[in-house]
């Protein structure tokens, strides 16, 4: 928000640094030396839209694995589809988890992404599968879903353990 509000990345840092809010989002390593952007702890379309957007500024390809965000009420369906036409415009590849994480994945269709690109999962074991197979040290990975699907599980068996 710092960001869209004119501050510069280093207003925003010291800001988080001096301030009381306790950042959520980790960065670590899978083993193949993919960087993994972890923001497993909640999700709202605004925190969505800020970890894509964070997404967006990393290198190489991009993949983004998002789940349902829950309790958004009557924004359901609206937090859904603005968050699969943002995945549209920043992610090679999207891979969905959950029944609602359906609307992120048909709104990035409408939005242009292609289906070839577009995985949806209901189980994270099988994008645990999918990223073992597909992960290469070139590729930034966001996980990002309510913390009632339990996605951290998914960045604890990827991780490079020290």
Same mark, same amino acid.
Not at 51 to 61: F, H, K, S, V
Not at 88 to 111: E, F, S
């Given at each position: 928000?710092?960001?869209?509000?004119?501050?510069?990345?280093?207003?925003?840092?010291? &800001?988080?640094?001096?301030?009381?809010?306790?950042?959520?989002?980790?960065?670590?390593?899978?083993?193949?030396?993919?960087?993994?952007?972890?923001?497993?702890?909640?999700?709202?379309?605004?925190?969505?839209?800020?970890?894509?957007?964070?997404?967006?500024?990393?290198?190489?390809?991009?993949?983004?694995?998002?789940?349902?965000?829950?309790?958004? &009420?009557?924004?359901?369906?609206?937090?859904?589809?603005?968050? &699969?036409?943002?995945?549209?415009?920043?992610? /090679?590849?999207?891979?969905?988890?959950?029944?609602?994480?359906?609307?992120?994945?048909?709104?990035?269709?409408?939005? &242009?992404?292609?289906?070839?690109?577009?995985?949806?999962?209901?189980?994270?074991?099988?994008?645990?599968?999918?990223?073992? /197979?597909?992960?290469?040290?070139?590729?930034?990975?966001?996980?990002?879903?309510?913390?009632?699907?339990?996605?951290?599980?998914?960045?604890?068996?990827?991780?490079?353990?020290?």
């Amino acid at each position: 928000m710092g960001l869209n509000d004119g501050l510069t990345w280093q207003e925003v840092f010291e &800001g988080l640094s001096h301030g009381h809010a306790q950042l959520r989002l980790v960065a670590v390593r899978s083993k193949t030396g993919a960087l993994i952007l972890d923001d497993t702890y909640n999700a709202s379309p605004e925190s969505m839209l800020a970890a894509l957007n964070l997404l967006d500024e990393m290198d190489g390809r991009k993949i983004a694995v998002l789940g349902d965000m829950l309790e958004l &009420g009557q924004y359901e369906k609206q937090g859904h589809e603005m968050v &699969g036409m943002r995945a549209a415009q920043v992610a /090679k590849d999207l891979i969905t988890l959950g029944p609602r994480a359906h609307m992120i994945a048909d709104a990035a269709r409408r939005a &242009g992404m292609k289906a070839s690109h577009i995985i949806e999962f209901e189980q994270p074991e099988a994008i645990l599968d999918w990223l073992n /197979k597909n992960l290469t040290e070139k590729d930034a990975v966001l996980i990002k879903g309510s913390h009632g699907l339990r996605m951290d599980r998914i960045t604890a068996a990827l991780e490079v353990q020290s």
